[in-house]
């Protein structure tokens, strides 16, 4: 008999963040992208603002605020390409934080793949995360965004 899985547990949150080797930066915009993403599974609240109030914290008021809008398009754009939903990890609970869906990983590795310049690793992951879909939209926002990080440094 196949062992049931706890409740909160889902097969694509077992992956620690902190042994991703994501950069910081990254992890930042992992979180950024988290708070919209509650957002738009809420509904209403102003969880958005939190994910502007990160980015700020994060990259300073002037592009901290450039870098939020950024996300936002990337995720946009990925959402359009989309059939199915975007798994993630809620940004309010630190257990669940501490944890990384399939979904995310690919999303910052589509990311860290453009700042690497690696063209065929981003092109794979983008396919994924639009899986299938026609993903040049979101890879449009994606290498902005990787730009607007690079332009930070």
Same mark, same amino acid.
């Given at each position: 008999? =196949?062992?049931? @899985?706890?409740?909160?547990?889902?097969?694509?949150?077992?992956?620690?963040?902190?042994?991703?080797?994501?950069?910081?930066?990254?992890? %930042?915009?992992?979180?950024?992208?988290?708070?919209? #993403? +509650?957002?738009?599974?809420?509904?209403?609240?102003?969880?958005?603002?939190?994910?502007?109030?990160?980015? %700020?914290?994060? +990259?300073?008021?002037? @592009?901290?605020?450039? %870098?939020? %809008?950024?996300?936002?398009?990337?995720?946009?754009?990925?959402?359009?390409?989309?059939? *199915?939903? +975007?798994? +993630? @990890?809620?940004?309010? #609970?630190?257990? #669940?934080?501490?944890?990384? *869906?399939?979904?995310?990983?690919?999303?910052?590795?589509?990311?860290? &793949?453009?700042?690497?310049?690696?063209?065929?690793?981003? *092109?794979?992951?983008? !396919?994924?995360? &639009?899986?299938?879909?026609?993903?040049?939209?979101?890879? @449009?926002?994606?290498?902005?965004? =990787?730009?607007? !990080?690079?332009?930070?440094?």
């Amino acid at each position: 008999m =196949a062992q049931r @899985q706890k409740r909160h547990q889902s097969p694509n949150s077992n992956m620690a963040v902190l042994k991703t080797g994501f950069e910081a930066d990254e992890c %930042v915009i992992l979180h950024i992208a988290r708070y919209y #993403c +509650f957002s738009y599974m809420k509904g209403s609240g102003r969880y958005w603002e939190d994910a502007i109030d990160r980015a %700020v914290s994060a +990259f300073g008021e002037k @592009q901290g605020a450039v %870098v939020a %809008v950024s996300v936002l398009n990337v995720l946009r754009n990925m959402r359009a390409s989309r059939k *199915t939903v +975007f798994n +993630f @990890q809620n940004p309010y #609970c630190a257990a #669940c934080s501490a944890k990384l *869906t399939r979904s995310e990983r690919s999303l910052i590795r589509t990311l860290q &793949c453009v700042r690497n310049g690696d063209k065929t690793g981003a *092109t794979v992951e983008a !396919m994924i995360l &639009c899986e299938g879909n026609d993903s040049e939209p979101m890879m @449009q926002a994606i290498r902005r965004l =990787a730009e607007l !990080m690079r332009a930070g440094d």
